[in-house]
């Protein structure tokens, strides 16, 4: 009987890219929901886990005899499609271009979304229309642009559903709770739909719905 991955959450962008991963490769594992304003990332215990603090982050104890920690939304994004063989090309060329939107998404887009996110949902007033809230959305819309020209004449970033599509989509999903309008960019638009109506992504991005973050 294999056992299960523990895995260390809340219910943000950069945990939805780990549960519906999770609920796409149909995988076994258990809910470690982290109370981020409550500071539960910074627990001696978490620490253990991802000496970076922060979510998302798995232990899978399925395996080896000694779990295996790992951090990172990238980092366990690989790990699970290299564990399951799926959402994963087989060629050289295409693991080539995944890696590269891979390390686009967590390089540009994340952050990018993640600091604007920051200015709009949790600056002070004074700090809404400063230089650096203007910078992050502008690069934010800049990331949009990149990916509204590689879904050109595509359905998906590289040719098949992979985990760059899994890894990117969560900060698109906001993008109008943010205040970005994504009139702009028609093919991002069909796309964040052609992902939502997925089982397993609408599945992820429900989990623990309810719960503080």
Same mark, same amino acid.
């Given at each position: 009987?294999?056992?299960?991955?523990?895995?260390?959450?809340?219910?943000?962008?950069?945990?939805?890219?780990?549960?519906?991963?999770?609920?796409?490769?149909?995988?076994?594992?258990?809910?470690?929901?982290?109370?981020?304003?409550?500071?539960?990332?910074?627990?001696?215990?978490?620490?253990?886990?991802?000496?970076?603090?922060?979510?998302?982050?798995?232990?899978?104890?399925?395996?080896?005899?000694?779990? $295996? &920690?790992?951090?990172?939304?990238?980092? %366990?994004?690989?790990?699970?499609?290299?564990?399951?063989? /799926?959402? @994963?090309?087989? #060629?050289?060329?295409?693991?080539?271009?995944?890696?590269?939107?891979?390390?686009?998404?967590?390089?540009?887009?994340?952050?990018?979304?993640?600091?604007?996110?920051?200015?709009?949902?949790?600056?002070?007033?004074?700090?809404?229309?400063?230089?650096?809230?203007?910078?992050?959305?502008?690069?934010?819309?800049?990331?949009?642009?990149?990916?509204?020209?590689?879904?050109?004449?595509?359905?998906?970033? $590289? &040719?098949?559903?992979?985990?760059?599509? %899994?890894?990117?989509?969560?900060?698109?999903?906001?993008? /109008?709770? @943010?205040?970005? #309008?994504?009139?702009?960019?028609?093919?991002?638009?069909?796309?964040?739909?052609?992902?939502?109506?997925?089982?397993?992504?609408?599945?992820?991005?429900?989990?623990?719905?309810?719960?503080?973050?």
């Amino acid at each position: 009987m294999k056992k299960a991955i523990d895995f260390y959450y809340s219910p943000t962008p950069n945990g939805w890219k780990v549960s519906i991963m999770l609920e796409e490769c149909g995988l076994n594992y258990n809910t470690k929901l982290i109370n981020l304003k409550k500071g539960d990332q910074f627990s001696s215990d978490f620490l253990k886990i991802n000496p970076n603090k922060k979510i998302p982050a798995i232990t899978d104890y399925d395996e080896n005899e000694k779990p $295996i &920690n790992v951090f990172e939304s990238g980092a %366990i994004l690989l790990y699970l499609a290299e564990k399951t063989g /799926k959402f @994963m090309p087989d #060629s050289i060329d295409e693991r080539r271009k995944l890696t590269q939107w891979l390390f686009w998404q967590v390089g540009n887009l994340g952050p990018m979304g993640g600091q604007h996110s920051h200015f709009w949902n949790y600056a002070p007033t004074s700090e809404k229309q400063s230089y650096a809230a203007h910078r992050y959305a502008d690069e934010y819309k800049k990331c949009l642009e990149v990916l509204e020209y590689q879904l050109t004449g595509r359905d998906y970033i $590289i &040719n098949d559903y992979s985990i760059a599509d %899994i890894i990117s989509w969560p900060w698109v999903l906001i993008a /109008k709770s @943010m205040g970005i #309008s994504l009139d702009p960019y028609p093919n991002v638009i069909n796309w964040r739909q052609r992902l939502k109506e997925r089982d397993a992504v609408r599945r992820g991005v429900d989990l623990m719905r309810n719960k503080k973050k």
